[in-house]
């Protein structure tokens, strides 16, 4: 095998391009700076469109996913209305039924069809106005806008156990708390402890004797508390309640309620035992609203449908007007105290003017539920 001898590049011929003679090139010192070279941009045009087209690809991806994962909620259909129209019928055994188009509203807890009774044209009107002013389904799920439909399934409910239940046991406040109640027993259980703590009857101390009987007497929140409770508790005590004593809750200078008698608890029990379902939830909602079984009584006295023929007895079936014991005489009787402050001091926006409306919703509401059409 023949081994070839290396070629050294020393030696290697080199061949110029040009006949021109070279030149050197003089590099400058480096201690010598100059200013930096600017960087390089791209066109202002190309880069903005670049940049929005990306913008508006990532806006539709992302509402593409939302859209998606909208789909996905099964409360999607909750916030549509599915319904156009509200109407009110009458079914076969003469009560009121309210429909949605086809579909009629049903009570939460039982699942039937909601019945208002036929003396009680104007409450299910009412209801159906309710469900014509909501905007989706969903808000049907909030009972603060739905307050009729609320009250009016409350004493369907009653109504509904009243007529299974013919042969209650009566309601004794021994009743043992772990004991299933009634709804009835659970309402009058309830309202009961309300008598000891009434706002008619929670009086403000007595003022200090004035030493000089020339002196202004300047009008007390007692005097005024006097004024409005006494033809109440005298209503009351002498037509609904005979010889019931109804005291003042707090005595002079003391901030613990006196209990009501016996007596007069036992009777009071009486009455609202006998009291028809739709009158006594809509006593329920009175009391609850005015802290008041007083007030809630006599409310319920001047609109219920069973007390007509007190009414007629006593001469005040046909009032004149503004002689009627009505939402604004019983919110008044309610909120006296809460009147003097805030006329003493002024009101807090939001929160007394909303208090103020909310108490006479809450009375309405009552009013509603039970009154009726054969009253007089």
């Known amino acids: 095998m023949r081994i070839l001898p290396s070629i050294s590049l020393a030696t290697s011929y080199r061949r110029c391009l040009t006949a021109s003679s070279?030149?050197?090139?003089?590099?400058?010192?480096?201690?010598?700076?100059?200013?930096?070279?600017?960087?390089?941009?791209?066109?202002?045009?190309?880069?903005?469109?670049?940049?929005?087209?990306?913008?508006?690809?990532?806006?539709?991806v992302k509402k593409g996913q939302e859209m998606r994962m909208e789909q996905?909620?099964?409360?999607?259909?909750?916030?549509?209305?599915?319904?156009?129209?509200?109407?009110?019928?009458?079914?076969?055994?003469?009560?009121?039924?309210?429909?949605?188009d086809a579909r009629p509203v049903r009570n939460p807890q039982t699942k039937v069809p909601l019945s208002i009774p036929a003396s009680k044209p104007h409450l299910a009107t009412a209801i159906a106005l309710e469900w014509d002013l909501l905007t989706s389904?969903?808000?049907?799920?909030?009972?603060?806008?739905?307050?009729?439909?609320?009250?009016?399934?409350?004493?369907?409910?009653?109504?509904?156990?009243?007529?299974?239940?013919?042969?209650?046991?009566?309601?004794?406040?021994?009743?043992?708390?772990?004991?299933?109640?009634?709804?009835r027993e659970d309402i009058i259980m309830t309202l009961l402890p309300y008598l000891d703590t009434d706002t008619l009857l929670?009086?403000?101390?007595?003022?200090?004797?004035?030493?000089?009987?020339?002196k202004t007497v300047i009008p007390t929140l007692r005097g005024q508390q006097a004024r409005v409770a006494e033809p109440i508790i005298s209503y009351l005590?002498?037509?609904?309640?005979?010889?019931?004593?109804?005291?003042?809750?707090?005595?002079d200078n003391s901030i613990i309620p006196t209990e009501q008698p016996q007596e007069t608890r036992d009777i009071i029990r009486g009455w609202m035992t006998g009291l028809n379902a739709w009158?006594?939830?809509?006593?329920?909602?009175?009391?609850?609203?005015?802290?008041?079984?007083?007030?809630?009584?006599r409310l319920l006295c001047e609109w219920g449908a069973s007390f007509a023929d007190v009414r007629r007895a006593l001469g005040t079936d046909r009032p004149q007007e503004g002689q009627r014991f009505g939402i604004e005489e019983a919110a008044q009787a309610c909120s006296l105290e809460v009147m003097w402050q805030t006329g003493r001091w002024g009101e807090v926006e939001d929160s007394h003017d909303v208090d103020k409306e909310d108490l006479r919703s809450q009375f309405g509401s009552a009013i509603l539920v039970a009154s009726g059409t054969n009253q007089a």
């Open 137 to 183: 389904a969903q808000q049907a799920l909030r009972a603060h806008l739905i307050p009729l439909t609320s009250i009016a399934s409350r004493a369907h409910d009653l109504a509904l156990q009243d007529a299974s239940t013919a042969s209650s046991k009566p309601v004794s406040e021994a009743t043992a708390p772990h004991q299933s109640r009634t709804i």
């Open 22 to 60: 070279l030149v050197l090139a003089n590099p400058l010192s480096i201690s010598q700076a100059g200013p930096p070279p600017t960087a390089p941009l791209p066109a202002a045009s190309q880069y903005g469109e670049r940049v929005d087209r990306r913008r508006r690809q990532a806006d539709l």
């Open 279 to 297: 009158e006594l939830v809509g006593l329920e909602r009175a009391v609850l609203a005015g802290k008041s079984l007083c007030v809630g009584a």
């Open 237 to 251: 005590t002498t037509s609904i309640w005979p010889g019931v004593e109804l005291n003042p809750s707090l005595d």
């Open 72 to 100: 996905l909620k099964p409360g999607r259909a909750l916030k549509q209305r599915f319904w156009k129209d509200v109407v009110v019928k009458t079914n076969s055994d003469g009560f009121y039924t309210i429909y949605l």
């Open 202 to 214: 929670c009086w403000a101390p007595p003022p200090p004797k004035v030493a000089d009987p020339t």
